[in-house]
């Protein structure tokens, strides 16, 4: 299979025009006022002479073709909703293709802005599935956020909340998934990935702080593994991130608000030479509704990037700083809230630091029948974070805080190239791409005890056996090092794919995959040695060489997508296809457990497999038969080799035992009656199951009162996978440019979720509303404000459930643990535009 299909790739300009007189192209691109590619743009060509009219839409990067043409002068109109509808005259010589258009759509006169690639935008004829989309920069402008990462909440059934201080990466949930910080949702920013693999807290670590929101163009997504070119974390879905290189206007922007929310941005762009240069910057603080201690998140984001060149052929270049430092309210068990108050923290020391720099640069081409596109990045990456999630429950006297710490350097490029071409009188498209990313990690877990690192005190040792009968020693684990899982390594990955799509029919087209990724990691532990003494008189480990090594694997990814219709603007789907998430390349060569609380002894383990794979099926449909409805619905389903999870104890993510399975529906839909009012409801319920019974993750039972010292015993368990999301919807509202006027109104709810296997403990639902107005005093002058958590209800960002200890005095107690969601709180911002105007 991998052979036919890189050889049906390679071989197509020997044939590609088999059975075809002529043989003549005619290609180009559709864009806007500014710039921006217009996905969907329809094109009809026809011979001044008459016959038959030609038609076909421009894709979702806007390019079209027309193959198979005979020399002679023709007519091409080309029209999109809400832009003005062109005719040119087009001219194919004998026996020479004619150069790309490049055909730029003026906004219709009846409205003064535009919605780039929005939901309402219909992609019949040109999606591969019912849950592909496109979020445009309006719909993000408009939408009320709290967090800069919510701007992905703009995807059906996505949720986007926290569980710590807001410098701290989102927490994200979508198709029955707890995708912790990011592992199976690949984020991307232009081209550049945003996830960090065998990350210090979590695989797959996904921080959106970096973003600016009014520098995105727009977020194109897909959901499920279909699509050849998103390799790792992209199984559950993939969020692509696309920034302005020329902003509609410079502009800048200065917001304050409750509890200490302050905000200053501000974006310009120019033309330098034959380019374009743009810039632009955030200053940002917070301190969040913490009655303890406030978060006092100070970050500060700063781009440049500088364009040249058309759609044809053109280069960018961008270069991106970040920084962040916050204090952090953990999440907290509900049993301490009598001891700290709801909004309250047990250890007010919690928090970190973080950076991120990066350049990367992007080169593409397109020719009569071929595009090539090559993105290569590179950036250095840090994070120094301190957590505590279990309190006492491991060390009566210093506590149970823990850091980690991650530095990085990574480099990666992504290439590919396309032909466009026709098979026997079909219309065929085939991309060949290569990506490569490695990372040179340097990252620890070290005790802490008020950020302070913290050695072992062997007077204070306790030697019983589990570690929870040591409940009279002064500290239940006095005798463990601060350092207690120190690692440098490489982990490098390799991908190439090659996608063939063909038009069969008028009513049918299909698109197959291949995808293979290989692994590499090379690991060297830094722990140190653990020595015996006389006082702990346990079996000497040295983990240099125990947990070093090499590990390596290559796994392939066949994917096949089928298409059919339109038949009254309505599209049907069917799809296949495997995906896969990395691994923590510290556990890929980990022979021996770190001394820790959860292994205060010498443990032997087995390493675990670098790559797990993933594979799902989906059938869809996408329709916009209703006048002025888009809608979609997809049924779905997903299986997993092994199930990444968060662990209470360290942070960080740990490996199930057995594989898990996933169902659900999907159904989004947007109404825009008129050119001012939009209407959206999204709808999403899945399941999540183990195929056996998964004990580990089963509820325990609290001791009497009486024996309140006493440590909880557990149940059996079931087979639910534990804080897997179930039902979410969404919905709002809009008026948008409508004398000057803009609001949203918008309800989110986020259902109830099992957080045991055994689904004793769960989580209550939360429903919000939020709200957003603005208005246009002038051509310059616009002032907004944005109402969050209008109904001011005490909702849980985030609930676990696991054992932990609020006091030294406390027994230890098995309860739900959450992080509450902010209240009701009031953003007010004004912002001067000036220069030359684009059309978004």
């Not at 099992?754 to 246009?776: H, K």
Request: hydrophobic share 40%; glycine share 10%; aromatic share 12%.
């Amino acid at each position: 299979m991998v052979l036919l299909l890189f050889a049906l790739v390679g071989t197509v300009p020997a044939y590609a025009y088999a059975g075809v007189p002529d043989g003549l192209v005619l290609s180009g691109t559709v864009v806007d006022a500014s710039g921006a590619v217009i996905a969907g743009a329809a094109l009809r060509l026809r011979s001044v002479h008459g016959g038959a009219w030609k038609t076909t839409r421009a894709d979702k990067i806007g390019t079209f073709l027309f193959p198979g043409l005979r020399a002679g002068n023709y007519r091409l109109v080309v029209s999109s909703p809400g832009f003005e509808t062109k005719e040119f005259p087009v001219t194919l010589a004998i026996a020479t293709n004619p150069a790309p258009m490049h055909i730029p759509l003026a906004v219709r006169t009846v409205s003064t802005t535009i919605r780039v690639q929005g939901q309402a935008d219909s992609l019949t004829g040109i999606a591969v599935s019912s849950t592909q989309g496109t979020i445009g920069a309006t719909e993000i402008e408009d939408r009320p956020i709290l967090r800069s990462g919510q701007i992905l909440e703009a995807i059906p059934g996505l949720i986007i909340t926290q569980h710590a201080g807001g410098g701290k990466a989102n927490q994200y949930f979508l198709r029955g998934f707890n995708l912790d910080h990011g592992t199976d949702f690949a984020v991307f920013l232009d081209n550049m990935p945003l996830n960090l693999p065998s990350h210090a807290h979590g695989e797959g670590y996904s921080d959106m702080n970096v973003v600016i929101p009014e520098f995105v163009q727009r977020v194109d997504f897909d959901k499920g593994p279909y699509y050849a070119n998103v390799g790792d974390f992209g199984a559950a879905g993939s969020a692509h991130v696309v920034f302005f290189t020329a902003l509609p206007r410079n502009f800048v922007k200065v917001e304050g608000g409750s509890y200490g929310y302050g905000r200053t941005v501000f974006g310009l762009s120019r033309p330098l030479g034959t380019g374009t240069l743009l810039y632009g910057g955030e200053a940002y603080h917070d301190n969040g509704p913490w009655s303890t201690h406030e978060d006092n998140y100070y970050k500060y984001n700063g781009l440049v990037t500088y364009s040249h060149g058309a759609t044809a052929h053109g280069f960018v270049i961008m270069a991106h700083a970040y920084r962040g430092t916050w204090h952090s309210s953990d999440q907290i068990p509900v049993n301490a809230v009598p001891l700290v108050g709801y909004f309250g923290a047990l250890n007010p020391t919690d928090g970190g630091e973080s950076q991120r720099y990066s350049l990367q640069s992007e080169w593409h081409r397109q020719g009569a029948i071929s595009r090539t596109k090559i993105a290569a990045w590179g950036f250095y990456y840090d994070l120094d974070l301190f957590s505590d999630f279990t309190y006492y429950l491991d060390d009566l006297v210093k506590g149970d805080q823990f850091e980690q710490q991650d530095r990085r350097w990574v480099a990666g490029l992504d290439a590919h190239h396309t032909i466009l071409s026709e098979w026997f009188g079909r219309r065929m498209v085939n991309t060949i791409g290569l990506q490569v990313r490695s990372d040179w990690v340097h990252n620890g877990l070290y005790r802490t005890a008020n950020r302070v690192r913290t050695g072992k005190d062997d007077s204070n040792a306790c030697h019983e056996e589990p570690i929870a009968a040591c409940t009279s020693a002064p500290s239940l684990v006095a005798f463990l090092p601060a350092a207690t899982d120190l690692n440098t390594f490489t982990d490098t990955l390799f991908g190439i794919y090659a996608e063939n799509s063909i038009q069969w029919a008028d009513k049918f087209r299909s698109v197959l995959g291949l995808r293979g990724d290989e692994a590499r990691y090379i690991v060297t532990s830094l722990t140190p040695a653990y020595v015996a003494t006389e006082v702990n008189p346990i079996q000497s480990v040295d983990f240099s060489w125990l947990n070093s090594g090499a590990a390596s694997q290559f796994l392939p990814e066949p994917k096949l997508s089928f298409i059919f219709g339109p038949w009254l603007r309505t599209e049907l789907y069917a799809q296949g296809g495997f995906s896969f998430h990395s691994n923590d390349a510290r556990g890929t060569t980990q022979r021996e457990e770190p001394i820790s609380p959860e292994y205060p002894f010498p443990a032997a383990c087995a390493p675990i497999s670098p790559l797990v794979q993933l594979k799902g099926g989906e059938f869809g449909v996408r329709t916009s038969t209703v006048s002025h409805l888009q809608s979609t619905l997809s049924l779905w389903f997903l299986r997993s080799n092994s199930e990444l999870q968060q662990d209470g104890d360290t942070g960080g993510t740990i490996a199930s035992e057995q594989p898990s399975n996933r169902y659900g529906m999907e159904w989004a839909n947007e109404y825009a009656p008129t050119d001012h009012w939009t209407v959206d409801l999204d709808l999403a319920d899945s399941r999540a199951q183990f195929t056996r019974t998964d004990s580990a993750d089963a509820a325990f039972t609290n001791p009497s009162p009486a024996n309140a010292l006493s440590y909880p015993r557990q149940l059996p368990g079931g087979k639910l996978v534990p804080e897997a999301v179930r039902a979410v919807a969404s919905s709002g509202i809009a008026l948008r440019d409508y004398k000057g006027i803009a609001a949203e109104v918008r309800l989110r709810y986020f259902g109830p979720r099992d957080l045991t296997s055994d689904g004793v403990n769960r989580s209550a639902a939360a429903l919000s509303i939020d709200g957003a107005a603005g208005y246009q005093l002038n051509r310059n002058w616009r002032i907004s404000t944005d109402l969050l958590n209008l109904l001011d209800r005490r909702n849980d960002d985030i609930t676990y459930a696991y054992i932990s200890r609020i006091s030294p005095a406390a027994g230890a107690a098995f309860t739900n643990v959450y992080h509450p969601a902010e209240p009701f709180q009031v953003r007010f911002s004004l912002q001067r535009s000036f220069g030359f105007e684009r059309q978004k």
